[in-house]
Nanobody
Framework: QVQLVESGGGLVQSGGSLRLSCEASGNIRSNNDMGWYRQAPEKQREWVASIKSGDIGRYSDSLKGRFTISRDNAKNMIYLQMTNLKPEDTALYYC?????????WGQGTQVTVSS
């Protein structure tokens, strides 16, 4: 099994920044793909960004430029640096881990951007 724990969410003013973290633990495989998704109230969950081991980040076109995903393989962690946040970025942000065996979601961390 793989477990995920997200952190770093909170309340921030429009134009501000936040850094989300996600730590994976358990039966971690070296060839994995981890990423961030978000779900705003009454909207479908949408993909934000992903990053594989030893690879560069991939981004939703609408968010590229403001969000940066990174990972620390030694710590089994990924991060999402969010800048110039907007009220429409308000959502529950989920971490996701996938490999050949597992597809796991975290519990989510709330990001609220006030205008």
């Amino acid at each position: 099994q793989v477990q995920l724990v997200e952190s770093g969410g909170g309340l921030v003013q429009s134009g501000g920044s936040l850094r989300l973290s996600c730590e994976a633990s358990g039966n971690i495989r070296s060839n994995n793909d981890m990423g961030w998704y978000r779900q705003a109230p009454e909207k479908q969950r949408e993909w934000v960004a992903s990053i594989k081991s030893g690879d560069i980040g991939r981004y939703s076109d609408s968010l590229k430029g403001r969000f940066t995903i990174s990972r620390d393989n030694a710590k089994n962690m990924i991060y999402l640096q969010m800048t110039n946040l907007k009220p429409e970025d308000t959502a529950l942000y989920y971490c996701r881990y996938s490999d050949d065996w597992y597809n796991v979601w975290g519990q989510g961390t709330q990001v609220t951007v006030s205008s």
